[in-house]
């Protein structure tokens, strides 16, 4: 029973008892007396247990579901697929029309709205990961993501300096700096930092390796790609391994999409004659992809091998995301190759760029119906894509081994 309704029926036997007591004598005021206290004492009791109650659920919301895993934290390593800000606070500023569809305004994302680690941080009851390089208004209670735009697993002279390596020698810093000022015991610390224990609980995710294959595109041949992913897997089975030794234990891994349906590589190098595959995608990029993950899932399986008191889960973006090209009309979604951003209104700028016209910025131009592409831009993805991506990924099916993300503990 709630306390209102014990509320209302305390209210009824006072009421009842100062009738009574009119028309009976002593012992039976002392009855009613009796009555009324035990009335309030249980009165109490429900009222405490239900604040506790209410205590317990707050809780809850804070560090996840209230079944399954409750990760107190997530920390993320990645490119522009999953920047929250980095990139666009340390390089350039991500102008308009970025971030109109969901947060009205840029947010630091490659996207109309949200990126697929916003739904994973939504579907753990938790903030959405501010940049670890972004330094105002931002919270790292929950955790703290460093991605950054243009990142490599292997660092490249003509891409972003932040690759996979400089990112976990953010995150190394970031928790020795995070215990030491926690355990200063000041407040403010306190409630803008990770607890020390949650470094062990929390969950690790990646998304990486697109922008070695873009790069690679770019300046070599497609068999010196090839050639060059074993070194890839090489560096970031290493980069897990040292999160293993800071503490990690539960890791969420992507692989990589479908290089050969971006926009970019489509319009910019349309597939030779009989290397289109039937979504019109360049079907050698994507070979070069898929022996990627495959490389990839195989060193996984490995690392869980090596630690079994660790979950690795390893999961199938690319799937997902070819899936949607594949099939765009039955999910709502017109002209899989085409983009949103960049090109309309007669616009020659690209979705990330901007120019002064007459005294006046100007930026690149959106359609009228993002919610109806696959891609935001060249490169990134909408928000309704990747809603729909992350609706795929986080039900484990697409997951080696196949578990839920609110699952993904040990």
């Known amino acids: 029973m709630c306390t209102a309704s014990l509320t209302i029926l305390l209210s009824l036997s006072l009421s009842l008892s100062l009738s009574l007591s009119t028309s009976m004598g002593c012992c039976g005021q002392r009855m009613i007396m009796d009555a009324v206290a ?27 579901s209230a079944s399954g895993c409750q990760f107190p934290a997530v920390f993320n390593f990645g490119d522009s697929n999953s920047d929250t800000g980095a990139g666009s606070t340390t390089l350039r500023l ?4 970025n971030g109109q569809t969901f947060f009205g305004k840029p947010s630091g994302r490659f996207s109309d709205g949200r990126l697929i680690i916003d739904f994973i941080a939504e579907k753990l009851g938790l903030p959405y990961l501010s ?23 292997k660092p490249e002279p003509a891409m972003n300096p932040i690759h996979l390596s400089l990112q976990l020698y953010q995150f ?8 030491e000022l926690y355990n200063q015991g000041n407040k403010l610390y306190a409630m803008s930092l990770p607890r020390p224990e949650w470094f062990s609980k929390a969950l690790y995710t990646t998304d990486i390796g697109q922008n070695d294959l873009h790069y690679g595109f770019l300046t070599l041949t497609e068999e010196q790609v090839k050639a060059s992913i074993p070194g890839l897997i090489d560096l970031f089975a290493l980069a897990i391994e040292k999160l293993y030794q800071e ?39 994507n070979v070069v992809a898929q022996e990627f993950n495959k490389q990839l899932k195989d060193r996984v399986t490995q690392l869980r091998n090596k630690f079994q008191d660790a979950l ?25 190759l085409g983009f949103c951003c960049g090109h309309h209104k007669d616009s020659s700028l690209k979705c990330w760029d901007d120019a ?18 696959i891609s935001w831009d060249e490169i990134h993805y909408t928000e309704a894509a990747n809603y729909w991506i992350s609706n795929r990924i986080l039900d484990g099916s697409l997951s080696d081994p196949q578990v839920l993300l609110t699952e993904a503990c040990l």
């Open 38 to 64: 035990i009335g309030v004492a249980l009165l109490a009791f429900v009222s405490v247990f239900t604040v506790m109650k209410l205590g317990s659920s707050i809780q809850s919301s804070l560090v996840g």
């Open 94 to 97: 991500v102008p308009p029309p």
């Open 131 to 153: 940049a670890y390089l972004d330094s105002m208004g931002t919270n790292f209670r929950h955790g703290a993501n460093f991605a950054v735009g243009g990142a490599t697993i």
């Open 172 to 179: 190394e810093q970031f928790k020795s700096r995070a215990i």
């Open 247 to 285: 503490g990690a234990r539960a890791f969420w891994i992507h692989n990589t999409g479908p290089i050969g349906c971006l926009p970019f590589f489509v319009i910019n190098n349309p597939p030779k004659t009989g290397n289109a595959d039937p979504n019109g995608c360049i079907e050698s990029y």
């Open 312 to 336: 690795l889960v390893y999961v199938d973006i690319y799937k997902a995301k070819y899936s949607l090209i594949s099939e765009p009309k039955q999910h709502g979604f017109v002209n899989p």
């Open 356 to 373: 002064e016209v007459n005294g006046t910025k100007v930026y690149g131009a959106s359609c009228s119906n993002p919610s109806e592409y």
